[in-house]
Structures are given as structure tokens and as C-alpha cells.
């Protein structure tokens, strides 16, 4: 399915700490497929595809330090955008009653979501609801909504089969207002394919019945179909807005990606099964994270970029743990610590760092750090690895040879004491403390 692609595609990149253009360029051209593949809109996936490689490869994200998740909120964004970023809401009518009109393909799903939405509105907005039986065509589709109706407690108006569809809207509108109906759900009868003769039809009802929704109800199972049907329907109807059902079946999904941007309408509502309370408002973002199946990944996301710090943190954790701190293995790391940015900033940014006895003399200070290595250099194995025997002759040699003086000596000697010994009480209290603790 196009989440099992995407994830894949995702999962494949989300890891990476350097993302470079070429991955980009893989990733896109592995989303590009899974849409195509998915059935999105071929125009639609070439502009999204451009879209995400421009933001993928700009400078915030292969320059960030997660840039493998910053790629894939670039792509969950995206997606959110294309199904119309925003929730849109159900427009109620200032003056009662709403009236929404479902129209759509004959077994799309009208007659169930008329019924579902008329009690989710219920609900929500504590209305009264009618429901207009306009289906004079399909055989028992009058006796489907009443079945519905009285499942719901929602009254349903019917006129029969013999009646035409647009006078009983008009009675039933009547109805409505008789009885104080604040809601009006009207369901008309779809075709197998869309004609000229159902279109005028509902032109009429649209007429009479001022519908503040028109819905299109789309089977999202149909893929592009549902698309290039949503798009027929809108140029005669002007449709406010699309219900896309069956959603929680084995669908491609590339429907809900497409029909936006394709026909300007937002999808207000998805199916998401048979029974009456399986209907839920559309989010863009949750539908996105859902085709990325990331779920909680994008909060993840919000984590570690507010973690950034503490993750250099652990990095820098990581890498003073690992040095055993002979003066020699000391000078090793200078060299790698040094590449990590200034000494300061990493120092810094060691939790806890600061309150620690012994900080204070840990202020490095970036220019003597040439000198720290050229006294290292000058020192024999011996005073490396046990410094407490440089007695005032060794530190002597080792100030010529290194061009220092003794008091620089001495100080390089009291920084690596209280160095251990800050270690030493760091690692106390810090979690998973190794045994054999190698500074005892
Ligand atoms: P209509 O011809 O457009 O009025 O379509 P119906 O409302 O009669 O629905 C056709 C079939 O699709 C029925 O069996 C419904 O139960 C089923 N159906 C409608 N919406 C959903 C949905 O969201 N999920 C699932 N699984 N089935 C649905
Ligand atoms: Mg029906």
C-alpha cells in the first residue's frame, strides 16, 4: 500500500545524521513512485515530488542536525498541504435549516453517510434532523435510509418511488420546517456512471433545496476514478465539499491525496467503516502522519529538535567516557574533541557540567591548547602514564622542550588532576555507570 511504500522509504532515511542531495534524490524518486503507484494524479505527484526535493535539499535540512527526520516532516508537511493543510469546517446555516445534499455514484456511500453525519451533527451540534429520501431509482434504497432512520431515531420523509425526486425535496423541506428540523440531510440516487440525465436532476434539487453542502461522496477504493468523478460533479454542482468512505478498507489511498488539489475541494468527512458512529471530520496532518505511519514521529521530531542540545551533550558524554585519560590518550582526544567546535561550547553544554567542583578550572582556553600538546609531546612514557612523577626536574625538560615555562607545566598538570577528579564525580552521577571505574 502507499503507507507501506512511504514508511519504508521513510524509514530508510529518517536515521541518517547527513542526508546529502543524493539521497534526496532517491527519496523523492522512491515517493514518486509509491503515489503513482498509489494512484495519485500523475500532475499532482510531479509538482509534490518538486516540491519536497526543493525543501529537502535546501540548506535548513541537510545543514540541521536531524536531517533524516527533517526530510520527513518536509514530506508530511507537504502531504497536510495537499489535502488542504487546514480542517475544514461543516458549514452551518445561520438561518435554519442546514441543508446538505449528498450526491455521488450509486454504492459510494451516500445513503450511509447521510445518515452517520445527520447523527454525528446531532451530537456535536445538538441539532434536530430530517432526512429526505430523494433515491426513487434504486430499488429499496427508500426502505435502506428509513431503516437507518429508525435505528437512529432520525426522522426520514419519503414520498414513494412514483413521485418525482425534486418535489419530494421541496415537500420535504416543508416537512422540515413544519416539524422544526434544524438539519436537513437530502439523499439522492447515484448512477453506476456519471449522465446527463442524473445531473440534471440534481441541478434541480440544488434549486430548490439551497443546500449550505453540497457533498460528493467518493469510494475511496475507486482511486483515480473517484478523482476524475469528483471532478465531473463539480463543475455542474459546485460541490462544498467531499465525503470519502471506506477508508478502513484495502484502499491505495492516492484518492484522498489527489481530489484537492485536483478539484479545489477540501475532504470534510472520511468513512471509516459500516456502522453509524464510523465517520470522523478530516485532518490533513493526522492523514498525512497516518500515509507515513508516523503517528507520534512528528511530536518525536519536535523532541529532538528541542534535544539537539542534549543529544551534543551525550555525544560529548559519550566520547569522555571512552578516554581512559592517560596524558597520552588525553592528547589524543584534544585533537578529536577539537573538531567537535570550541572546547567551551562543548563543555558547556555537558549536563551538569557547570555545578560541578572543579569546572572552573576547566576553562580551556583555545590558544593554549597548542602548548598543552607540546608539553604532552615533550613528556616520556613514564610521566604519561603516571604524571605524579614529574618531580621539578622533569617539569623543567619539559618546559624547554616544549618552549612553555614551568608555571605552564604545572598548570596543564593541575588542570588534568582536577580533570580526573571531575570525571571522576560526573560519572558518579551519571546513569549506567560502567564498573571498573578506570579513573580509581
Ligand atoms: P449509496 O448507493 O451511495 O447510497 O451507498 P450506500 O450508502 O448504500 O453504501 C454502499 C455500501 O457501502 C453499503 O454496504 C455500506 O454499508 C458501505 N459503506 C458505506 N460507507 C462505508 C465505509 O466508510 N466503510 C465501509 N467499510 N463500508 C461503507
Ligand atoms: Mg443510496
Redesign the pocket.
Known amino acids: 500500500s502507499l503507507a507501506d511504500r512511504l514508511q519504508a522509504t521513510m524509514k530508510k532515511i529518517r536515521g541518517k545524521g547527513k542526508v546529502s542531495e543524493a539521497d534526496v534524490k532517491q527519496m523523492a524518486r522512491e515517493v514518486r513512485l509509491a503515489l503513482l503507484e498509489a494512484d495519485v494524479n500523475f500532475k499532482v505527484v510531479k509538482s509534490f515530488v518538486k516540491r519536497i526535493q526543493e525543501r529537502a535539499v535546501g540548506q535548513d535540512v541537510l545543514k540541521s542536525l536531524t536531517p533524516g527526520q527533517q526530510v520527513i516532516k518536509v514530506v508530511q508537511e507537504e502531504l497536510t498541504e495537499l489535502m488542504g493543510g487546514e480542517q475544514t469546517r461543516l458549514n452551518l446555516a445561520l438561518k435554519p435549516p442546514t441543508v446538505i445534499l449528498f450526491v455521488?455514484?450509486?454504492?459510494?456511500?451516500?445513503?450511509?453517510?447521510a445518515a452517520k453525519l445527520a447523527n454525528y451533527i446531532r451530537k456535536m451540534h445538538n441539532k434536530k434532523p430530517l432526512m429526505i429520501a430523494a433515491?426513487i431509482y434504486?430499488p429499496a434504497?427508500i426502505k435502506?435510509l428509513q431503516t437507518l432512520g429508525s435505528q437512529l431515531s432520525i426522522p426520514v420523509f419519503s414520498l414513494g418511488d412514483q413521485i418525482n425526486p425534486v418535489e419530494i425535496v421541496r415537500q420535504g423541506l416543508e416537512q422540515a420546517s413544519a416539524d422544526h428540523n434544524d438539519l436537513v440531510m437530502i439523499?439522492t440516487a447515484?448512477r453506476l456512471h456519471v449522465d446527463d440525465a442524473l445531473m440534471d436532476e440534481l441541478e434541480q434539487i440544488k434549486a430548490v433545496s439551497h443546500p449550505d453542502e453540497i457533498f460528493l461522496?467518493v469510494d475511496a477504493m475507486t482511486g483515480q476514478d473517484a478523482v476524475n468523478v469528483a471532478n465531473t460533479f463539480n463543475e455542474r454542482l459546485d460541490l462544498t465539499g467531499v465525503i470519502m468512505?471506506?477508508?478502513?478498507?484495502d484502499t491505495r489511498g492516492g484518492a484522498a491525496l489527489s481530489i484537492r488539489s485536483v478539484t479545489g475541494k477540501p475532504i470534510k468527512f472520511v468513512?471509516?467503516?459500516?456502522k453509524m458512529d464510523?465517520l470522523e471530520p478530516f485532518h490533513p496532518d493526522r492523514m498525512a502522519s497516518r500515509i507515513l505511519g508516523m503517528g507520534d514521529v512528528l511530536s518525536l521530531i519536535e523532541k529532538a529538535q528541542a534535544s539537539v542540545d542534549e543529544e551534543r551533550a551525550k555525544e560529548m558524554e559519550q566520547k569522555l567516557r571512552s578516554v581512559s585519560f592517560t596524558l597520552d590518550d588525553f592528547l589524543e582526544q584534544i585533537g578529536q574533541i577539537r573538531k567537535m567546535g570550541p572546547l567551551q561550547d562543548l563543555l558547556s553544554m555537558m549536563p551538569g557540567a557547570g555545578k560541578l567542583k572543579g569546572m572552573k578550572n576547566m576553562q580551556i582556553d583555545e590558544k593554549k591548547i597548542d602548548q598543552v600538546e607540546a608539553m604532552i609531546r615533550s613528556m616520556t612514557p613514564l610521566e604519561k602514564n603516571d604524571p605524579e612523577v614529574i618531580n621539578a626536574s622533569r617539569k623543567k625538560r619539559i618546559a624547554l622542550g616544549s618552549g612553555t615555562s614551568i608555571a605552564d607545566v604545572n598548570r596543564l598538570l593541575k588542570q588534568f588532576k582536577d580533570m580526573k577528579k571531575m570525571m571522576k564525580q560526573f560519572m558518579g552521577k551519571t546513569k549506567g555507570k560502567k564498573r571498573g571505574n578506570p579513573f580509581n
Open positions: 455521488g455514484l450509486q454504492g459510494a456511500g451516500k445513503t450511509t453517510s433515491d434504486r434504497a435502506q439523499d447515484g461522496v468512505t471506506k477508508l478502513d478498507g468513512g471509516m467503516g459500516e464510523a
